[in-house]
């Protein structure tokens, strides 16, 4: 059993920075892709970034592209999500998972993971 969990996150100004972390309870086998999605109040959880383990292969939702950065270091079995200039659309819950997506479409969507963390919650707000 796979569990998930992250931490970092808290109350920003517009134009900050937070990093999330994720650390996952044991080494992902090589297929096993780490993703983070986010959840805002009344909204369906979207896609943010996925990273595979095996490699450095990584995709951004538009929204986020530029600004976030997804990462791993695989000696902690940790995935971070570095999030710079953080915008008023921003807050949300954000969630890490873990699975093994059959392809970079399917490890884009949430219904692809069944391992989750609890949820870190972001805020922005001056």
């Known amino acids: 059993q796979v569990k998930v969990v992250e931490s970092g996150g808290g109350l920003v100004q517009p134009g900050g920075s937070l990093r999330l972390s994720c650390v996952v309870s044991a080494r992902p086998t090589n297929d096993y892709a780490m993703g983070w999605f986010r959840q805002a109040p009344g909204a369906d959880r979207e896609f943010v970034a996925t990273i595979m383990w095996n490699g450095d292969t990584t995709y951004y939702a538009p929204s986020v592209q530029g600004r976030f950065t997804i990462s791993r270091d695989n000696a902690k079995n940790t995935v971070y999500l570095q999030m710079n200039n953080l915008k008023p659309e921003d807050p949300a819950v954000y969630y890490c998972?873990?699975?093994?997506?059959?392809?970079?479409?399917?490890?884009?969507?949430?219904?692809?993971?069944?391992?989750w963390g609890q949820g870190t919650q972001v805020t922005v707000s001056s």
């Open positions: 998972a873990a699975d093994r997506p059959r392809t970079a479409a399917r490890s884009q969507s949430p219904y692809a993971y069944a391992y």
